[in-house]
């Protein structure tokens, strides 16, 4: 298994800024695409930003220009810089990693177990 620990959620008015951090651990394991995903109340889980080992990037539409994901590759963590931040990014933040599990090169998907952010004045 690999194991998740996400931090830096937490309470922002508009226009401010927010960076959520999650380092995966996991003997067996070789992390892949990191991912983050969101989800707001009575919504469907949707797709923030991704980014390869390699350092590629893909950003859902309503977040370019605001968001910023990196990732330090030797620690297995993935950051999300937010800002200008909006009340309708409102929502739980989910740390999602590919990893190939290096015994059956079997890929896995594993998430997080969120961590709220919300925007308001």
């Known amino acids: 298994q690999v194991q998740l620990m996400e931090s830096g959620g937490g309470l922002v008015q508009p226009g401010g800024s927010l960076r959520l951090s999650c380092a995966a651990s996991?003997?067996?394991?070789?992390?892949?695409?990191m991912g983050w995903y969101r989800q707001a109340p009575g919504k469907e889980r949707q797709l923030v930003a991704w980014i390869t080992s390699g350092g590629s990037t893909n950003y859902a539409d309503s977040v370019k220009g605001r968001f910023t994901i990196s990732r330090d590759n030797a620690k297995n963590t993935v950051f999300l810089q937010m800002n200008s931040l909006k009340p309708e990014d409102t929502a739980v933040y989910y740390c999602n990693p590919n990893a190939v599990d290096v015994r059956s090169t079997l890929t896995h998907s594993f998430w997080g177990q969120g961590t709220q952010v919300t925007v308001s004045s």
């Open positions: 996991g003997k067996s394991y070789k992390i892949n695409t």
